[in-house]
């Protein structure tokens, strides 16, 4: 059988504890005043120091946690202090980012040099008369495919 699960936001239930809150506390009350005020003491030590150790308790924070701030409704907002290797790992993008810009920057300058190449071999091999070298449609001429 499947444990059944308990809605603690229900609020029938929260009334419910509320209401057994109270109707304990009034009890306790009622019953501290017939007790020995040396009992009375004791327990209003013990009661003090419970909320100071529940203060602490909230107010420490595990190892490596620091307060990042607090938000509107007063709770802490908590965050860890990153090691050395995360923040070297945090840079790694603008690195890659500024390897991948100088290799497409290489990569252009290499096509741009290869074309010229390309060119320089078409005349360089080519036989045509000194005019065409000034027409206007020879770099067209040049960049079309030989027949």
Same mark, same amino acid.
């Given at each position: ?9 229900? !609020? ?5 504890q ?13 019953? $501290? %005043?017939?007790? !020995? %005020? /040396?009992v009375? /003491? ?14 602490? @308790?909230?107010?420490?924070?595990? $190892?490596?946690?620091q307060?990042l701030?607090? @938000?509107?409704? *007063?709770?802490a ?10 923040r070297a790992?945090?840079v ?15 990569? @252009?300058?290499? /096509? ?8 320089? $071999? ?5 036989q ?7 027409? !206007? *449609?020879?770099? /067209?001429?040049?960049? @079309?495919?030989?027949?």
């Open positions: 059988m499947k444990p059944r699960r308990q809605n603690f936001d229900d !609020p029938a239930l929260l009334g419910l509320n209401r057994l809150a109270a109707s304990m506390s009034g009890a306790l009350s009622q019953s $501290a %005043h017939a007790l !020995p %005020h /040396e009375i /003491e004791r327990l209003r030590f013990a009661r003090e120091q419970s909320l100071v150790k529940a203060r602490e @308790s909230r107010l420490a924070l595990p $190892a490596g946690l307060v701030g607090v @938000s509107t409704s *007063g709770t907002l908590l965050g860890s202090m990153p090691s050395w290797w995360q790992l945090s790694l993008p603008l690195v890659l980012l500024v390897a991948g810009l100088l290799a497409i920057q290489k990569f @252009s300058a290499r /096509e741009q040099m290869m074309a010229a190449a390309d060119v320089d $071999a078409v005349l360089l091999t080519d045509l008369p000194p005019a065409a070298y000034s027409d !206007p *449609g020879f770099g /067209e001429y040049l960049r @079309s495919p030989p027949p």
